[in-house]
């Protein structure tokens, strides 16, 4: 019997050329974005994703983590300067993710197990040169440090190089979505094999826990 009104060929086309398999991994990709944004506003998180302002400062204030040098310069200043609270590893302090009376005094992970990912860089560069992220009223408590007086634009972008340079191609994928220009996509992207952030699961779940 004629299979019609479904271009199998066309479709079986794509599966060798591999259109499907980027356009598949588009679709989780926004999909993932999408229920983080949901359940972090459902679960009314201290820690929405990026409001990517699309600043003029926000190419000066990129982070290259494809930039061996700036890279190693990062390592560097984050060991001597961020390491004592988000931990050597990256792994942040003990317990940083429960919610208790301490909520938010711990310091968090910036690796994979953390949502750092989740922000553009420009708002990771306002955390570290305010304390805050622009979004936060100046009045609001915040337990992380301002390093204004205490770090050049340089050293920070290339702290944050740094940190971004330890998470995987699918954190990296996220994360560059999030900056104008999908600045910092790296390259292939769409060509190589990754996964959605670990904390799209957990995001999923905490979306179906609070959508009851």
């Given at each position: 019997?004629?299979?019609r009104?479904?271009?199998?060929?066309?479709?079986?086309?794509a599966?060798?050329?591999?259109?499907?398999r980027?356009?598949?991994?588009?679709?989780?990709?926004?999909?993932?974005?999408?229920?983080t944004?949901?359940?972090?506003?459902?679960?009314?998180?201290?820690?929405?994703?990026s409001?990517?302002t699309?600043?003029?400062?926000?190419?000066?204030?990129?982070?290259?983590?494809?930039?061996?040098?700036?890279?190693?310069?990062?390592?560097?200043?984050?060991?001597?300067?961020?390491?004592?609270c988000?931990?050597?590893?990256?792994?942040?302090?003990?317990?940083?993710?429960?919610?208790?009376?301490?909520?938010?005094?711990?310091?968090?992970a910036?690796?994979?197990?953390g949502?750092?990912?989740?922000?553009s860089?420009?708002?990771?560069?306002?955390?570290?040169?305010?304390?805050?992220?622009?979004?936060?009223?100046?009045?609001?408590?915040?337990y992380?440090p301002?390093?204004?007086?205490?770090?050049?634009?340089?050293?920070?972008?290339?702290?944050?190089?740094?940190?971004k340079?330890?998470?995987?191609?699918?954190?990296?994928?996220?994360?560059?979505?999030?900056?104008?220009?999908?600045?910092?996509?790296?390259?292939?992207?769409?060509?190589?094999?990754?996964?959605?952030?670990?904390?799209?699961?957990?995001?999923?779940?905490?979306w179906?826990?609070?959508?009851?």
């Open positions: 019997m004629p299979r009104g479904f271009p199998f060929d066309r479709l079986s086309t599966m060798r050329s591999g259109e499907l980027r356009a598949v991994r588009s679709a989780l990709l926004f999909s993932c974005l999408t229920l944004t949901v359940a972090a506003k459902n679960a009314g998180e201290a820690t929405p994703t409001s990517v699309a600043t003029p400062s926000a190419r000066e204030h990129f982070a290259d983590a494809d930039d061996p040098a700036l890279v190693a310069a990062g390592r560097l200043i984050y060991m001597g300067s961020c390491a004592s988000h931990g050597r590893r990256l792994q942040g302090q003990p317990l940083w993710q429960l919610k208790d009376q301490f909520e938010g005094r711990r310091a968090p910036h690796d994979q197990t949502h750092t990912w989740s922000h860089d420009e708002d990771l560069f306002r955390m570290i040169l305010d304390g805050r992220f622009p979004s936060v009223p100046p009045a609001a408590p915040s992380m301002a390093f204004r007086d205490l770090l050049t634009t340089q050293q920070i972008t290339a702290t944050l190089a740094f940190i340079a330890t998470w995987p191609i699918g954190l990296r994928i996220s994360q560059a979505m999030l900056n104008p220009g999908n600045l910092g996509m790296p390259a292939h992207a769409a060509d190589i094999e990754w996964t959605l952030p670990p904390t799209c699961t957990l995001s999923t779940q905490r179906r826990e609070t959508s009851r």
